[in-house]
């Protein structure tokens, strides 16, 4: 696929962002109302499975690309990806529950944002070696306090130094499935891609549900009616692409400060449209805005990282 502008990925980002806010809403809802966190996770990644599955079998594209990738040299870590995505799964059902959303959230987004600058830094993404320049760690701070302006009012639980790290480092294993993934698209296809981040996450979301007993609730669960509870998957597809077509123009870093600016603004247009929600907060109204601003400050006079730094 061809690499697009920067301003066209960064909007695809954001979108992506829209339906991470989107999936997380409907896969808590979803573990709430049967009896455990975990299962929302779990139907969110067999849903997205499936439709891999579907993929396989009416895209030629994800069959060729998935030959190109047996063929491309690939070392066996670039295929990892997946483990970032179920890692912020099993740390999310751990820690939020302790630590509360709001600092979760900023834990996260801090974590994601140093992994972003540091893999970009690295080169493990597709785009190459990005500077570490004064404009992109400016970004990444406004980023941060964007998100904790976000979560003003919010509630605060127990905090630890323990979990909070342990949150940081769900951060930065998102970063690297960024990264990851977007190396296996280069060098296959952008299906296949995504069907290798699946074909990883997966079967380690269904052990961590195992061990965290997820799955002994179902045999007695009652499952809700609401169809929109189950569009995790389709939703987690849009998101792998969107994440890949970032990473490929623009890097990792900027595209995760896309992805949270539409994950908040997604949350604001959700407090709008729910009959129970909250309606304009904001808080998230202003923490929006500023990662915007972040999105822009840290794109400004990117250049590559000389050669042997």
Known sequence: MKVLPAWAALILAGLGGVASAAQSAANAELGDR?????????????????????????????????????????????????????AIVIVATYVVPVLGVAVFTI????????????????????????????????????????????????????????????????????????ALNGRVSAAGTMAAGTAVNFAVSTPVVIVAALVLGALDVLPDATWPADWYLYLGGALGVCIVVTLLIGVRSVGVFRTGLAVVAGQLGGALLLDVVRPAGPGVGLPVLAGTLLTLLAVVVSGRAIRPAPAGT
């Open 34 to 86: 049967v009896g455990h966190p975990a299962v929302g996770a779990v139907v969110n990644n067999l849903g997205g499975s499936l439709l891999v599955l579907v993929g396989l079998s009416v895209l030629p594209s994800m069959r060729t690309g998935l030959g190109q990738l047996r063929r491309s040299g690939l070392p066996w870590w670039a295929y990892l990806g997946g483990l970032g995505g179920a």
């Open 107 to 178: 834990a996260q987004v801090a974590g994601n944002s140093v992994g972003g600058l540091s893999v970009d830094r690295a080169g493990l993404s597709p785009v190459g070696r990005l500077a570490l320049t004064g404009p992109r760690i400016a970004g990444a701070a406004l980023g941060v306090g964007a998100v904790a302006l976000a979560q003003v009012g919010r509630p605060v639980g127990d905090l630890g130094l323990g979990l909070v790290l342990l949150a940081v480092a769900g951060g930065v294993a998102v970063a690297l499935q960024a």
